[in-house]
T-cell receptor, first 110, second 115 residues
Framework: SQQGEEDPQALSIQEGENATMNCSYK?????LQWYRQNSGRGLVHLIL?????REKHSGRLRVTLDTSKKSSSLLITASRAADTASYFC??????????FGKGTMLLVSP | DADVTQTPRNRITKTGKRIMLECSQT?????MYWYRQDPGLGLRLIYY???????NKGEISDGYSVSRQAQAKFSLSLESAIPNQTALYFC??????????????FGPGTRLLVL
């Protein structure tokens, strides 16, 4: 069963706007990761945030983690058409596997 | 990621046929995974292997089997394919012991259609 649930399921914005997607999970975690998937291709790791971290940045990406609410958000600033993709959160619990959410489809229009 | 390759990239087969999907990696990672992706359901874990002698069932292992032939190779078999196994299949690798937490590196996927 999915641990993470992304919200919204789909998001459509214009180039230059910011895109925010959220992830909620159910059990305690060691870390939470975000991945991007371009249509029909393999997932690419974007960023990892540990359970003792609250915010992390990587280029135009900003991730926050609120362990009390069991939620995370991914912010993409100044979006570009090339950011069009599906974005998945994945949670790591223990020392074994990742559990992926169902993803948010982001469409960035020129 | 060219470090993780999957063959074939596309496959059409018939119900009842045995089919094998292969994954190879040059990253030197011990851990390998097989997932399937269905529209609207995200990725679900089928099997995973932490080293050559270790095989573990994932969330949806029924109807599938795996073989870890070497550190670099992890194969997924459908013994008797059925239409609801039509999906996009991904192989992934990771190596937490190298300080990368559980970051996973994915292959390009195999699109399987079972008629």
């Amino acid at each position: 069963s999915q641990q993470g649930e992304e919200d919204p399921q789909a998001l459509s914005i214009q180039e230059g706007e910011n895109a925010t997607m959220n992830c909620s999970y159910k059990t305690s975690i060691n870390n939470l990761q975000w991945y991007r998937q371009n249509s029909g291709r393999g997932l690419v790791h974007l960023i990892l945030i540990r359970s003792n971290e609250r915010e992390k940045h990587s280029g135009r990406l900003r991730v926050t983690l609120d362990t009390s609410k069991k939620s995370s958000s991914l912010l993409i600033t100044a979006s570009r058409a090339a950011d069009t993709a599906s974005y998945f959160c994945a949670t790591a619990s223990g020392y074994s596997t990742l559990t992926f959410g169902k993803g948010t489809m982001l469409l960035v229009s020129p | 990621d060219a470090d993780v390759t999957q063959t074939p990239r596309n496959r059409i087969t018939k119900t009842g046929k045995r089919i094998m999907l292969e994954c190879s990696q040059t990253k030197g990672h011990d851990r390998m995974y097989w997932y399937r992706q269905d529209p609207g359901l995200g990725l679900r874990l089928i099997y995973y292997s932490f080293d050559v002698k270790d095989i573990n069932k994932g969330e949806i292992s029924d109807g599938y089997s795996v073989s870890r032939q070497a550190q670099a190779k992890f194969s997924l078999s459908l013994e008797s394919a059925i239409p609801n196994q039509t999906a996009l299949y991904f192989c992934a690798t990771s190596d937490p012991l190298r300080g990368e937490q559980e970051t996973q590196y994915f292959g390009p996927g195999t699109r399987l259609l079972v008629l």
